[in-house]
């Protein structure tokens, strides 16, 4: 067993999802914060377990083709972005064996049995989210947000963050120095007091429209609202929000929504998609690659005129719609009300007349709508990091689709819930995995199942 607080060197050999360099000491993986996939490096080893040890970097000895030098000068201390000390190429190719690893590895498959195909990179890999959502806090008497520095919840400023839009960007500075020049308190943590909590933004980077919400811990007005619209007006500003939080809690928002400027949402535009997006709607945070994700579902679909498709976790209905631009029908269920509406309107909105979307738990209103005589083809899910819940694969087995598609946003719990679904008679016959998060260890993943 190596022996803790001991310096020891040798050569990284993989990345954790948290960005942190593995290497061995025998066979004995130590994880390494600021290490890079071919650093040979210098590490004292700080912490041990049976199975693992912790290490902090002590000294580069010779450095990676992989590394570079990170061009936001808030990397690492903010947390926000764990990869940018690595190049793009090397981010891509690690979560391309990262997903391989989970199908592989906890699916069960071998790389043999279906078709792995290269990972879809984006075009963008800075400034390209179109929501940021920051803490506000005091530093040096002024008023100040960011990200919390990993394991704590020190805000560390970001006045230029690099993975979001530059419009976001602008539109947080223009809050902050509203909140300055009117000396507006910022909410304290530890004694639940002061005023703004935090800066939420949401940017549809196509037509332009432009949301700012502002996160308060009282019902009282935000002051002199009617002058920080006017200050964000040549940003695109369509909606300013009030958002009400009394709650002792990490929860960002709150349910109750004062309309200080505009609408209660925006419109973001996808191809020929409309999507109408509110402070609580879930909507892909990269919208280009949101366009490739959605485009392998459909191209995995393979859908014809004459099929019915069942879409379960249909969220606010985006990959419904585009779905339905080759189904005969799609029918959307999911469990939160307000997507449902939200869903009902983006058809509306993008013109789309082949969709019907159902609000409730998916196995009860689909054993309805197959009892009723209605039938699916294909199935697409698209669950929350947990994966399916037990019932869904019983529906699916009821449902009996020729053909099952997974979008996922954890390959682990994908690949647990493949093995489930082969036991159900539903073989895995493509993959791919989709970077919606550069900079970070975060990647989806599109899975393709045949009914045996």
Same mark, same amino acid.
């Given at each position: ?34 290490? =890079? ?6 590490? =004292? ?189 040549? %940003? ?35 191809? &020929? ?91 009860? =209103? ?15 899910? &698209? ?5 399916? &819940? ?13 053909? %099952? ?48």
């Amino acid at each position: 067993m190596p022996e803790k607080n001991m310096t020891y060197e040798g050569k990284v050999t993989d990345i954790t999802v948290n960005g942190d360099g593995v290497v061995k000491i025998d066979s004995y993986p130590v994880f390494v914060s600021g290490a =890079v996939i071919g650093d040979e490096i210098s590490f =004292v080893l700080t912490k041990t377990n049976k199975t693992y040890g912790f290490g902090k970097l002590k000294k580069i000895i010779t450095p990676s083709n992989y590394r570079r030098t990170p061009p936001c000068p808030s990397f690492p201390a903010c947390g926000g972005c764990t990869l940018m000390h690595t190049s793009y190429r090397a981010q891509l190719e690690y979560k391309q064996n990262f997903v391989l690893s989970n199908l592989t590895r906890l699916g069960g498959y071998s790389e043999e049995e279906f078709l792995y195909e290269p990972i879809i990179g984006a075009e963008n890999e800075f400034f390209y989210r179109n929501k940021a959502q920051f803490p506000v806090g005091i530093s040096k008497g002024k008023a100040v947000c960011g990200f919390f520095a990993p394991k704590s919840h020190e805000i560390i400023p970001c006045g230029n963050c690099h993975i979001q839009n530059e419009t976001i960007n602008k539109a947080v500075e223009c809050v902050l120095e509203h909140i300055n020049d009117c000396r507006i308190s910022t909410y304290n943590e530890k004694t639940h007091k002061g005023f703004v909590r935090h800066i939420y933004v949401r940017y549809g980077e196509k037509n332009g429209e432009l949301m700012v919400c502002i996160v308060t811990n009282s019902n009282d007005r935000l002051a002199k609202s009617e002058d920080l619209a006017k200050k964000l007006s040549p %940003l695109g500003l369509k909606s300013l929000v009030q958002n009400v939080n009394t709650k002792k809690t990490n929860v960002i928002l709150g349910d109750k929504n004062i309309v200080l400027y505009g609408d209660s949402s925006i419109n973001i535009k996808v191809d &020929d998609l409309t999507f109408k997006v509110n402070p609580h709607s879930f909507f892909q945070v990269n919208t280009q690659q949101m366009k490739k994700l959605y485009s392998k579902a459909l191209e995995y679909s393979d859908i014809t005129e004459s099929d019915v498709v069942f879409d379960l976790y249909c969220g606010v209905g985006s990959i419904s719609l585009y779905l339905a631009k080759k189904a005969k029908k799609v029918i959307g269920v999911e469990i939160v009300p307000q997507a449902i509406e939200n869903a009902k309107e983006n058809a509306k909105l993008s013109n789309v007349n082949n969709t019907e979307f159902y609000c409730g738990d998916c196995t009860e =209103v689909v054993t309805k709508l197959i009892d009723g005589g209605e039938k699916a083809d294909v199935v697409v899910v &698209d669950p929350p990091r947990k994966g399916c &819940d037990e019932k869904l694969f019983e529906l699916v087995e009821k449902i009996s689709p020729k053909k %099952l598609v997974y979008v996922s946003c954890n390959s682990a719990t994908l690949a647990r819930d493949l093995v489930i679904l082969k036991e159900k008679g539903y073989i895995l016959q493509k993959a791919c995995a989709v970077d919606m998060f550069p900079q970070t260890g975060h990647v989806e993943a599109v899975a393709l199942m045949s009914k045996k």
